[in-house]
């Protein structure tokens, strides 16, 4: 059985700390787990993203690129990422995730 959780709140929430502890209990209890970093801004984790939107397109590279301030380039990514979705599809389905196996955590930070 596959299970997914699809981690969302504001800055400051705990998001990232939910996920980096859900994925250690995960490596403890010898589990396969994969985070899927949803969050174009996102400067580092401290646990390890299988899929990264940052590899598709970033906020940096939108406010360097269109001169967009910050949350320009959020709108922005975010509705590239939507008219986008196969990129997170396509590498769902590929050998990224292991053997397609194993709960999938989504962090919007």
Same mark, same amino acid.
């Given at each position: $059985?596959?299970?997914?959780?699809?981690? $969302?709140?504001?800055?400051?929430?705990?998001?990232?700390?939910f996920?980096?502890?859900?994925?250690? &209990?995960c490596?403890?209890i010898?589990?396969?787990? &994969?985070?899927?970093?949803?969050?174009?801004?996102?400067?580092?984790?401290?646990?390890?993203?299988?899929?990264? @939107?940052?590899?598709? @397109?970033?906020?940096?590279? @939108?406010?360097?690129?269109?001169?967009?301030?910050?949350?320009?380039?959020?709108?922005?990514?975010?509705?590239?990422?939507?008219?986008? $979705?196969?990129? @997170?599809?396509?590498?769902?389905?590929?050998?990224?995730?292991?053997?397609?196996?194993?709960p999938?955590?989504?962090?919007?930070?």
């Open positions: $059985m596959k299970y997914a959780q699809l981690i $969302m709140g504001p800055a400051g929430a705990g998001k990232s700390t996920c980096n502890t859900i994925s250690n &209990h490596v403890n010898k589990r396969s787990v &994969h985070c899927i970093n949803l969050d174009p801004a996102a400067d580092e984790f401290k646990y390890p993203v299988s899929i990264d @939107i940052r590899d598709l @397109i970033s906020v940096e590279e @939108i406010m360097e690129e269109l001169e967009y301030g910050p949350n320009g380039g959020l709108i922005y990514a975010i509705d590239y990422l939507l008219q986008n $979705m196969v990129f @997170i599809l396509k590498k769902s389905e590929n050998d990224e995730l292991g053997a397609k196996n194993g999938k955590s989504f962090d919007f930070s």
